[in-house]
């Protein structure tokens, strides 16, 4: 089963951009070093607080994703129809371990998929994905390049000529649960189903930010309709 088929089949109606959370009936929201900044008094960066994120990030993989699941490792590259360059985007040349899977790597083109109407005229989505396992990507290293999105540190995915830094995604085809990292502030989770993410609503409740903590404990109280 391709991506599109297994999206189509599985979380139908979901656009495979940030914000899944708020697409989906059944998933968690989890904050990221909570109660620290990222800017010491003194303007020098937080690196505990960068330390936590790491972490906390690797610890929600972990328990989501197991050495025998199959996975999608997706990225989105948002370009420019105006800019013919074609920069790297370093997600799967860096952070293959197997290093011969980059060939299995397939790519589609589909509309800007952000929700702004003037810059679908002038931009597109370049969407990369790989069905691998745990064990064929460098996830650590993954997981730290998602999180320093917006600071100057390494590893990083690279820049395209677009508007945003590249998205990346983590699908547990075994399991139907999709993790994103959109920064070193959180991370969404979603799954077919409610009792799959249960244990880690569980495990991992004190960070839930107290902003959707009441409804994600009412998600979790009450049936969910398919």
Do not use: T
């Given at each position: 089963m391709e991506l599109k088929e297994y999206l189509q089949t599985t979380f139908p109606g979901l656009d495979l951009v940030p914000s899944l959370y708020n697409q989906w009936n059944i998933g968690l929201h989890f904050e990221l070093g909570r109660d620290l900044y990222q800017f010491k008094e003194d303007g020098r960066l937080n690196l505990e607080l960068f330390e936590m994120v790491y972490s906390q990030a690797m610890a929600l993989f972990s328990y989501l994703f197991s050495e025998q699941d199959e996975i999608f490792l997706v990225t989105n590259v948002y370009r420019n129809k105006r800019n013919t360059r074609s920069n790297k985007i370093k997600v799967f040349e860096r952070h293959l371990k197997n290093k011969a899977l980059k060939y299995n790597v397939k790519t589609q083109t589909l509309p800007f998929l952000y929700d702004d109407e003037e810059e679908r005229d002038e931009y597109f989505t370049?969407?990369?994905?790989?069905?691998?396992?745990?064990?064929?990507?460098?996830?650590?290293?993954?997981?730290?390049?998602a999180c320093n999105?917006?600071?100057p540190f390494k590893p990083k995915f690279g820049f395209s000529e677009g508007l945003f830094y590249p998205d990346v995604f983590f699908i547990n085809i075994s399991k139907n649960i999709i993790f994103f990292i959109y920064d070193d502030r959180g991370c969404e989770v979603i799954s077919k189903t409610k009792e799959t993410i249960c244990p880690l609503y569980t495990k991992y409740n004190d960070w839930i930010p107290e902003y959707n903590r009441e409804?994600?404990?009412?998600?979790?109280?009450?049936?969910?309709i398919p």
């Open positions: 370049s969407q990369f994905y790989l069905k691998c396992r745990k064990s064929d990507i460098n996830y650590p290293l993954l997981i730290r390049a999105e917006d600071f409804e994600i404990e009412q998600l979790f109280k009450s049936p969910v």
